[in-house]
């Protein structure tokens, strides 16, 4: 498949006049996509039951008319003034029990059967219209889950809905649940917690102390489900009238809902890109990675979602919303140094994008996003990045089609250990998300390509080293299938140290076949007291104490073991600074014959099938392979 | 006019028995004014309709038999706890919907209509009867309007209000408000936001991500004309009965209201001066100034606000309350050095006060401020203040009258702007207070008189310099005048960057006839990264990017263009550091034929008609012209 | 009394088929005590009226046949769902007004009369059933009162209470209280904030600024006697019909309620001692002192607990829970030195402790603590803390009884003085606990033993010093019997500072019979300027300007008195940094002829009546009178 180029654009936002003009430079800049349509509710449905389509279907004509191709965006992210009105108690419900008001957008709950039922219709009638369209050969639902903290809510209707989830996951006589069946899962006999009948459970916010955990991670389930539910609601109405992939975009660290299990649902995962506004706000680099990036990003960050959401669009993904120049929304929000839209863009191709679409096709003079760049400015006037997106229109003629290869290196990514390190972090800074990214990036300061692979992953085969670090509940043939798969598996901290209700099992964890290592103890450590490791790196912020016969590889300087290995297992029972981890995945590579390299500071590579990518993510030269690449420098060489 | 003192008085605080000794020694003091009364409607009122008139009586009669003028407050920054229990609603309501209580002060509604009949009533009543009182030579509405964060209110008081303001702004058919010119001016399309009526609209909390900042900004100026309205109706109650000045006490830093426009209800405006407190909670000084400082207050706060508080009161002003020892309500509240009461006292003279009165005369051993300084302690044995004040009652002696000159530099200040740059800041610490108050401090550093202006000056007659940083929104009008009035003109960053409906408008910012200057892109910076300047300084904070064929009078080390000029306008495309703001200062002034003279750290100076003033703000001694100027020190030139 | 040793069991947690294994282990291990009980409202009675004694008497009788003593709790901490269901109201308010929920624990108000009635009737049955069990040798009430924040509720009960508990302190006519007397004392004047009734009296909670701090500390003073009706009206219902005693467990740096008057209803105090979430949380030891003392904890905080505790248990008192490992509820949680637990078992029984139990005896695998450390892992096998325990039983064997003896030094500590700061801090961190604790640091860094003394405290015979800092409030009779007490007596800053309505007393404090010292004025200070004094030391934070003619001991380099005396009353006006405290301590002593030593960094000794310990806090060794003493080494030297 060709890679192409595409933009977002909202035609009820200008002029009519000039939708022709837009649609003949987009194609004249080498585009191929238009996403439209995703907040344009209002317009399309002003009042209930008033459908106005004249508009809708001559902008979808007059972009098809000039050889794009639309991607159609359900408006369901921004339900009409007229909506809430209808359905009063709809909004998200905050954790102090504050009700989220209209105004900007994502104000829903979930869990509210009404607004799904009004979602629903819409997403019925505008896929009956467009369906069949010719010009619109892909869909969107929705728009970013999740951003501005909206999948838990604290409402009336997600009580009712969590109290029917928990009946069906304990199940008991007839349609009732087994209420002494919770009790005994949860420990609900700890404190007197122990309930008498489902409807007694509440939403686990305002309690005088923390919550029991598998309250917590049950509700944090459910509110995944909810939005599963959600967007299946709107797939299954898509797919009875059109046969155009669905898709959906998702945002950067986002972590509150399962997107593999939404993502089963599509045909495409897309996510939306913004390096320099998630190097301010999401990444968590330090204060001097910061500074050297502020204008390029973080080094790994893109390329961590990009490899993520591969796995969830099972091998087709896009980026959908690709920064092109500052946005409005960060703490801070600098300029791009130059070259970095281009590099941006190759990048996602280098890690098997399908597409990539700039965000937006100009920048709107009103409302909440008037400070977000776009190919053009508010005069429509070219921007920088339409110079750089061109660029690489260009470059897009002779390069070769999207081509995915297995990688020699897996990392497991499981949202539901996600949200168990944040129900019981026993300690501030520690997160899933953060430990699993360190580690990636450890592969790649040698030059590792990655696969990420989902939780449900069972089939290893072709992999040398598969890594599943933090996952705190894994089930037992996923244990099985990884002692089989002839892969070397690197687990640890935490692995395996919950079973299904968040209980800690007997025999302590990891509990693992073959591996006779146990979890004896564990501490978290303040960042002032990383511990050092004999030989070089520190384990900071999460420490366990291993017991067993298992070969210790690497030690504490007072002769603890760090990390133990019998045959193909290893766990490691801390989380390592980027020296120990250096280390670590050195030896773990080593053994298993991946090939590294030692990357510079602030470049990375990446192989597909047909090329190796070389990316200078510093705002200043860099020697590869005796060549010298300047900053935000893309080098593409073709494997031969 | 001759330059007087006062002090600030609570005779129902304290035994009748000791009233003449407190006023005999008031006026053995020097002392000319005494405001009481703004606290005091319990006991005027301490019944719905059952006035206690006697006291107040008998203590007007013996502060004016001792020779003291009063100034009179309105009593309604307290309500008594029986009014509010007639208006249980009247309370403001916060962000997150809480109505705040009864049990300190300014618990009311702006928006309240029955508080504000109240208002309406007890100032009917105190004004009829001490309208023609001979000792009540001024009056004072309410107390610190603003203080406390008491501007906006979500109540439904307020949302009621607001679409009311509403349809006046977007004036339709009859009295209803035009919904379609509403949506079509915010930009509501932007998220399906569009309205079918005014009744839809909420105020813009609780939202789910940020709200509209058209939405907000016209909620800002809602907010603050509603203080307008409240402050007029006490105004136009008191000169039905009296002709004796009307002011307000403005407080330092608040601008959540247009200070202007309430002032021009007024006859004088005053301000309480807290120099020692202000450094520690609102100056936004470095902590090695706050360091320096702490015991002498920001050597340039006390300055602005005398200058903008001359312009809200037309040339007459005064400040109301002094700080004359600790005070109780900082983060930490240390005393001054010596000499600092009787330095803040003729730096306001300086600036041209009127009068400088202190607060309080005897320090309260009771209720909320028991630990706030007056000058006597609670004991009634003279504190370290009085005896400053003394000296300045000596000093003032043989001083000339209060002779206010136009200075050669002009600073405008907009309280709209500052609204429009915390609805969209773009950016942490991005203020435009603080934006103006660096380049007031730079003319400061180079010993320059400046005068504030209101935005709606449109004569720039005799002045060398305007300026105007940051003004979001500059009508045609103004643009027209400032290019007429034979000054240079120093504006930008930010400056006519939105149009009054908050959207960017086109061509771009800042379309100033005549300069050929747009602003392509803007962003902003973490303190990590400032921009170099060549020559020296840095741009933090705010940096544009600036296109088009005006003069480049700095650039970047990198060799963009910081601020351009054409003829007389200037455009800076930056927040500049000290050093660079120096440079610039320095560069505008010598264009424009304006003296300037480099002071050293801590020392400042100013013209006035008559006198020449350096003040030494420094815990140490400086030279000023060949002579030694001690800790505090203040020297007087009188013209010749 | 023999030194014994005790654990914490939950015998509802775990199967029953091992309660007679965990009993003689528990018997084998040398322990005396075991507490149960105080967590399992929802095993003894399941529903309304239904209980189920079986479980609980068989748990009895298994660890009374084992050999074991039982401390029975109350378990009022964990009201079951059903009781909440029953009373949807009792839950406490937090000071957003939003009600607490069911699912953790403490989640009641104290003034809810339904829930008392529910907590006597439930005391009632249990104390009737087990009140003269031979195995039940002690009672603990409820558990952790304050704990999670706890004692101070803005519910509607509380609101209620607060104004009957009004009434009564400032009583009237009839039932009625006297509202202008109220008004009066709380100067309500002051911003109209007088009451016509005290029904017009609300909680101080959500008001625009702070509120009149004598509304607040009466609200303090209502909340803590709240607590004291609460526990009474347990510790009533088990005397009619048990002889045993009763305890509760009190936690570190609870300062909402007045320990002392619950513990007047008590036999023996006993506390919560988790020295490294202590430090972690709520010590507010330095960076340096916290990265230092990780694994150890502070080395002052358990001792001065300890010695707090003895004297709320008049003599008598217990460590209940003594940390055993890694906890699961600070920002970080490391595991102690190996050692630490024996010399905080050591430490306790230094300062006359009775009993130390063990929290807890086996790991839980579910609900909200599993990473709370045991003695017991999950899996039963033995953690660290056993081994450690088990030595110490060992060591027990021969070592001598309880053997208290009355300290050189005693140190008033008022809970009543902690709220009066806490409502009138007059600068960040100014806290009474903070200023207490470090001169308590300061006496322990000589080697001085001290006794800790309730603010009602009248016989003072036999100290050589008596310290009472910060005690706002100092009636009449405690100033003389101080004066009179035959010990030197240091007070300041802040000392005698208020009278009992929190009003400023004139003649101005100290006001104090026979000293010439007034304190004239009062500064708070940034952590950034502390004042130096003559010879040595800072003054920090908080410094009063003293007048008089007492004779001056320390000043400030520029002359100012930090402390004066006048024969044996010493009067400091400033918060000393260690510097000054070292000297102002020594000087008192040296004074008072009390044997000082300077102890190295770490390292603390205390005499009890029949020995001498030494204590390494240090992770490394000390000499100690020429012996090297390794990290966590205890020292006992038996007197001759
Ligand atoms: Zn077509
Ligand atoms: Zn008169
Ligand atoms: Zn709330």
């Known amino acids: 498949m060709k890679r192409t180029l595409g933009t977002c654009y909202y035609p009820e936002h200008w002029p009519r006049a000039i939708w022709e003009e837009d649609a003949a430079r987009m194609a004249a800049l080498g585009l191929t996509w238009v996403r439209i349509g995703e907040f344009a509710w209002s317009r399309i449905e002003p009042a209930s039951g008033d459908f106005r389509w004249e508009w809708l279907d001559e902008a979808i004509e007059v972009l098809g008319a000039a050889g794009l191709k639309v991607v159609l965006g359900t408006p369901t992210a921004t339900p009409p003034r007229w909506v809430c009105d209808k359905h009063p108690d709809m909004f998200a419900v905050d954790v102090q029990g504050h009700p989220r008001g209209f105004g900007s957008r994502r104000h829903y709950c979930f869990s509210h059967e009404g607004y799904l039922d009004e979602c629903r219709r819409i997403v019925t009638e505008v896929a009956k219209r467009y369906g069949k369209n010719p010009h619109v050969a892909a869909w969107q639902t929705d728009n970013e889950y999740g951003c501005h903290d909206t999948i838990i809510s604290y409402s009336t209707a997600a009580r009712q809905a969590f109290r029917g989830w928990l009946r069906t996951r304990y199940p008991g006589q007839g349609n009732d649940g087994d209420i002494d069946a919770l009790n005994a899962a949860w420990g609900n006999v700890f404190w007197s917690m122990e309930y008498d009948d489902f409807d007694q459970i509440d939403l686990p916010n305002l309690t005088v102390t923390e919550p029991n955990p598998a309250h917590v991670q049950a509700f944090r389930r459910f509110s995944s489900d909810q939005v599963v539910r959600f967007n299946r609601a709107q797939v299954d109405t898509i797919r009875r009238y059109s046969d155009a992939p669905i898709s959906h975009n998702y945002m950067g660290r986002i972590t509150d809902f399962d997107h593999f299990a939404v993502g089963d649902d599509l045909e495409i995962a897309t996510w939306d890109s913004y390096p320099l506004g998630f190097l301010e706000d999401r990444v968590g680099a330090t204060a001097e990675e910061q500074r050297h990036y502020a204008r390029q990003g973080d080094p790994d960050f893109q390329a961590f979602h990009h490899d993520l959401y591969r796995a969830v669009g099972k091998g087709r993904w896009w980026v959908m919303e690709q920064q092109p120049g500052p946005v409005n929304w960060a703490p801070y929000n600098p300029a791009p140094l130059p070259g970095m839209v281009r590099l941006w863009t190759w990048e996602a191709f280098a890690h098997g994008a399908e597409a990539v679409c700039y965000f937006r096709w100009r920048q709107a003079p009103f409302a909440q996003e008037q400070l977000h760049a776009g190919l053009l400015r508010p005069d429509s006037v070219i921007a920088p990045g339409y110079v750089e997106a061109e660029q690489v229109a260009q470059e897009l003629a002779d390069a070769p089609d999207v081509a995915i290869t297995q990688a020699p290196v897996a990392l497991i ?49 072709g992999y040398r080293v598969v890594a599943a670090p933090g996952m705190m509940t894994m089930p037992d043939d996923l244990k099985t299938a990884l002692a089989q798969s002839g892969a070397d598996v690197l687990i640890g901290p935490r692995s395996a140290a919950r079973d299904g209700d968040f209980t800690i099992p007997v025999p302590l964890p990891p509990a693992w076949p073959g591996l006779d290592v146990t979890v004896s103890r564990l501490e978290t450590l303040r960042p002032d007291m990383p511990i050092p490791i004999s030989g070089g790196g520190h384990v900071k912020n999460w420490f366990e104490l291993l017991e067993g016969e298992a070969e210790s590889l690497f030690l504490t300087e007072a002769g603890m073991p760090v990390a133990m290995r019998s045959g193909s297992i290893i766990y490691c029972g801390g989380w390592g600074d980027d020296a120990f981890f250096d280390r670590l995945v050195k030896d773990v590579c080593d053994r298993a014959r991946v090939d590294t390299t030692v990357m510079p500071m602030g470049v990375r590579l990446r192989d597909t099938g047909a090329e190796r990518f070389w990316f200078n993510h510093n705002p200043h030269d860099v020697e590869i392979e005796g060549e010298i690449l300047g900053p935000a420098g893309v080098i593409r060489q073709v494997k031969s």
């Not at 990636?440 to 290893?460: H, N």
């Open 413 to 461: 990514f499981d949202y539901d250990a996600a949200w168990a390190w944040e129900v019981q972090p026993q300690g501030q800074g520690m997160d899933y998300f953060g430990l699993v990214f360190d580690l990636y990036r450890a592969f790649r300061r040698v030059g590792v390509t990655v696969d990420i692979l989902p939780p449900t992953q069972r089939d290893f085969g």
